[in-house]
């Protein structure tokens, strides 16, 4: 009897692993190929005869179709199946990096952000669909966590995978693989057989019933605060080493060494502000105070010239505290 009635529960387990493995995995995806592009500027800068004006320009153009397209892919989720939307944008977002690959200009170029900011929308909305659908609501912390931490280890490893392949394959070759990574995942996620969420179109509606509203100022203060986050984890993402040599001197090795402990920190913050979103009920407290430290660390190290040691452990300790902040924050 004891085994019957713990069977389902096993299975319960089973498939919450499941879920969150391949969700997590689809989440590496999306920030690896966030930074797919910036990794090959200097050998797209070379290839297409463009200045870093122009490269830029195709970030923005990213963020832009990013941002504007997520509210949209969220609704369109809820009604056809956010497994359906995963799967699309990672074929969409892989095919984007293998098509400049294979026909590189600078056009082929702004085309490509436009498909990858396409792609990079439906994750959040996805992601945070199936996972809030599938997991024990008392592990529901954790569980996010360890889906951004993913996220997090997928922009960490890019800059040494994509440098790998560059010296393997060269730039072009390099741009192929990354593609390719999304499609395969595509078709891991269904091998997995991961669950579905959303897709209530056909579901009966009750006139009589009140619809609550999701624009709450809850919601639209989290809007305003989490834009603000990305907009400065994005500078010092993509602009962080330029800005250390430019600025304050530091020597490549140096200003890298000190982005990946950023970036590195950063995954590990996500982990532990998973665990501290389970345990206290405070999160705006807590997301507070550690932003107030991170802004104070994020100073010092724009107001002086540390040495590379003190640079290293400064921006370690502020990427830390970004990503405890990503998690109590939601």
């Known amino acids: 009897m004891v085994d019957i009635l713990a069977a389902p529960q096993r299975a319960r387990a089973d498939s919450a692993v499941r879920t969150l ?18 990794m090959l500027f200097p050998f797209l ?11 830029g ?14 509210a949209p892919i969220g609704y369109l989720a809820d009604h056809i199946g956010a497994r359906k939307i995963l799967l699309i944008g990672l074929t969409i ?7 400049l690959g294979l026909h590189l200009s600078y056009t082929s170029l702004i085309v490509c952000a436009v498909l990858l900011g396409l792609a990079n929308s439906v994750y959040h909305p996805a992601d945070y669909a199936i996972l809030s659908a599938h997991m024990d609501e008392a592990r529901m912390g954790r569980a996010f966590s360890i ?18 392949l560059v010296a393997s394959i060269g730039g072009l070759g390099a741009l192929i693989v990354a593609g390719a990574v999304g499609p395969l995942v595509a078709l891991f996620l269904i091998v997995l057989g991961i669950p579905d969420a959303g897709a209530n179109k056909n579901k009966p509606t009750d006139d009589t019933a009140q619809k ?5 100022p809850a919601l639209m203060v989290l809007t305003a605060f989490f834009t603000l986050l990305s907009l400065s984890t994005s500078g010092i993402n993509n602009f962080g080493v330029v800005a250390l040599m430019g600025g304050y001197g530091a020597s490549f090795s140096n200003a890298n060494i000190a982005l990946t402990a950023f970036l590195g920190a950063s995954a590990a913050g996500v982990l532990a502000g998973g665990y501290l979103a389970d345990w206290t009920h405070r999160h705006s407290q807590v997301a507070a ?12 190290i724009a107001l002086m010239n540390l040495p590379p040691v003190a640079l290293t452990l400064a921006m370690g300790l502020a990427g830390f505290l970004g990503g405890v902040i990503a998690r109590p924050a939601t």
């Not at 970030?59 to 397209?69: E, K, Y």
Request: aromatic fraction near 10%.
């Open 21 to 38: 493995t391949g969700i997590s995995v689809a989440h590496w995806v999306s920030h690896f190929h966030i930074f797919v592009l910036p």
């Open 45 to 55: 800068k070379q290839q297409l005869g463009v200045g870093y004006v122009e490269l």
């Open 57 to 70: 320009l195709a970030l923005t153009v990213f963020a832009v179709v990013s941002g504007l397209t997520q």
């Open 93 to 99: 977002g892989g095919c984007a990096l293998i098509g």
């Open 147 to 164: 889906h951004t931490f993913a996220g997090f280890l997928g922009g960490a490893v890019a800059p040494a995978i994509m440098a790998a």
């Open 212 to 216: 609550a509203s999701v624009i709450t």
């Open 289 to 300: 105070a550690c932003f107030a430290v991170n802004a104070v660390l994020v100073l010092l």
